[in-house]
């Protein structure tokens, strides 16, 4: 009994509910805006729920944020609450330095079908999420309201998707077209979640996509992109409770009692590198 009303209230969206490129084009610039990509949760040591009751009751009505695969979950929904068919992909993060092997397959996205013609919409992928679906075809610069990106073809038939940063392309991911079972997302989103060696495990990564603007947060660094990007060390829990109620929008965790302020400072602190 997915609230496709308290969803469209959250992103501001007043819009057609029908599925067409525009609805598509429009949510998928609405969704990233109004909900932040954020990892407290495993900071926190608690259990991240991949049921859409779940994630709504956490994304939707606490107005927190969440990563791939709750961003994922939450938009696929709703799209097929509206009438647009999906298939729920899994990707290869190739964000960062070149790895040594390849990765698993550790992110959620999404292909979509307009009127017969493919597109991928990804709104959970932290400081580069897309902020506008892609339609899938190789070889063609695609613009959004933000970066410009590209899809290729790899030779062993993947896709490989890139974004332009300044005059260079930055491979993002590689992912097939196999279409994935909410198993296969519960399996790795149980590393994403709780692994001791997991990024979301160690580190504090938050990032909002505003209109014209990005903003990103790892650990005690700001950063922002609008279009020539900034970045400063933020001083103390204080003010990074700040930045995270009013840059990101986040309603922290304490607000409701689900944790303790206290608990909720001494994680903070462990990300600024204090004690």
Not at 94 to 121: E, Q, Y
Not at 176 to 184: G, I, K, P, S, Y
Request: glycine share 8%; proline share 6%.
């Amino acid at each position: 009994m997915f609230d496709l009303d308290a969803y469209l209230k959250r992103i501001g969206y007043e819009g057609p509910r029908t599925p067409t490129l525009a609805t598509l084009r429009e949510l998928h610039a609405r969704h990233p805006d109004a909900i932040p990509f954020e990892n407290l949760t495993s900071l926190l040591g608690q259990t991240v729920s991949l049921d859409i009751d779940d994630i709504a009751a956490k994304l939707v009505d606490a107005h927190r944020g969440g990563y791939c695969y709750e961003h994922g979950r939450l938009f696929r929904t709703a799209l097929q609450a509206i009438g647009f068919q999906t298939v729920p992909l899994a990707a290869r993060v190739l964000w960062g330095p070149p790895p040594v092997a390849l990765p698993p397959r550790n992110h959620m996205l999404l292909l979509v079908d307009v009127d017969g013609v493919r597109w991928i919409a990804d709104v959970g992928f932290g400081g580069v999420t897309l902020s506008a679906p892609l339609r899938l075809e190789a070889g063609i610069v695609q613009p959004t309201p933000h970066e410009r990106f590209r899809l290729d073809r790899l030779e062993d038939g993947d896709w490989l998707l890139q974004v332009q940063l300044g005059e260079r392309w930055q491979h993002v991911y590689r992912f097939d077209l196999t279409a994935q079972l909410d198993a296969d997302y519960l399996v790795s989103n149980f590393y994403v979640n709780a692994h001791p060696a997991s990024l979301f495990v160690n580190n504090l990564l938050v990032a909002r996509v505003t209109e014209g603007e990005r903003h990103t947060l790892f650990n005690g660094e700001l950063g922002h992109y609008a279009p020539a990007p900034s970045h400063r060390k933020l001083r103390d829990v204080v003010e990074l409770r700040d930045v995270l109620e009013r840059t990101f929008g986040i309603r922290l965790p304490d607000s409701d009692g689900r944790v303790s302020s206290a608990q909720l400072d001494a994680v903070l602190a462990r990300c600024l590198g204090q004690r």
